[in-house]
């Protein structure tokens, strides 16, 4: 259907040029145009249907005009074989299955919002450029996380099929952060971000959690709504019940 729709925009274009040439030609004086050379000499001829007519150099204007006249015809029937070429594609052409399977408004609900995912989870984004040498957590396909946990959290979304980039750049208005994950909700297309606290026992870790949870409801992504968070301790560490029960009621 692509190509059908370029082949319809080539023929209006081909059109509207062949309409310019013709009125370019139309403004030229008639007559054909050749030229004899002689040795170091060149003499230019024109052609009245009858005979051969000498064109004098000082009426170089003339040859211009009757050499730019040949370009011209020639190029109009160029546009013309290009012309029929074009239609005889359109013509010919059968709409593929299924792009009548796509015109359908229902089919369309259902189809493209799994492609536009598709599309997101397949296109490149920028990640975190801060110690790759710690990524050493690999997760099925070539994804490797920071820690166990993010490598449990990435195989259950992966699980329920959840989209999901690791550590995409998010620009805040006071910062730059790479949430754990950054997730597409695969029925609305929403954009959640997913940040996994495993650190706790650390102060410095706790200080700067909350200044990264301040600038996050400070651009409107608040806990709960679209910002999930999920936290562990030695005495309490994170499990897929909870990665599960979490991903149900955000996704599913």
């Given amino acids: 259907m692509l190509l059908y729709k370029k082949m319809i925009k080539e023929k209006t274009r081909v059109l509207r040029e062949i309409e310019q040439v013709k009125h370019q030609i139309a403004i030229l004086p008639k007559g054909t145009f050749y030229y004899v050379k002689q040795q170091k000499h060149i003499k230019w ?19 211009e005009q009757l050499a730019q006249r040949k ?15 074009i239609q005889a594609y359109l013509d010919n052409y059968a709409v593929p299955q299924a ?46 996380v920071r820690s166990k946990s993010e490598a449990m959290i990435a195989t259950r979304l992966q699980a329920y099929k959840i989209s999901f980039r690791y550590e995409c750049a998010l620009e805040l208005s ?12 695969p029925k609305t297309g929403e954009i959640y971000y997913w940040e996994h606290l495993g650190l706790l026992a650390q102060d410095t870790y706790k200080n700067n959690i909350a200044n990264k949870l301040q600038n996050y409801i400070y651009d409107d992504i608040i806990p709960g709504v679209q910002l999930i968070v999920t936290a562990e301790t030695n005495q309490q560490p994170l499990s897929p019940a909870i990665i599960d029960k979490t991903i149900l009621k955000y996704f599913i």
Avoid: C
């Fill in 45 to 63: 001829f024109t052609h009245n249907g009858q005979k051969r007519i000498y064109i004098p150099k000082k009426r170089r204007n003339l040859a």
């Fill in 71 to 85: 370009y011209l015809t020639q190029k109009q029937k160029d546009l013309e074989a290009e012309l029929m070429s």
């Fill in 99 to 144: 792009d009548r399977v796509l015109e359908d408004a229902e089919y369309q609900k259902l189809i493209l919002p799994a492609q536009q995912e598709q599309q997101w989870a397949n296109a490149p984004y920028p990640q975190n450029p801060k110690y790759p040498e710690h990524k050493i957590h690999q997760v099925q396909g070539d994804l490797w």
């Fill in 174 to 185: 006071n910062a730059t952060y790479y949430p754990d994950f950054t997730l597409r909700h």
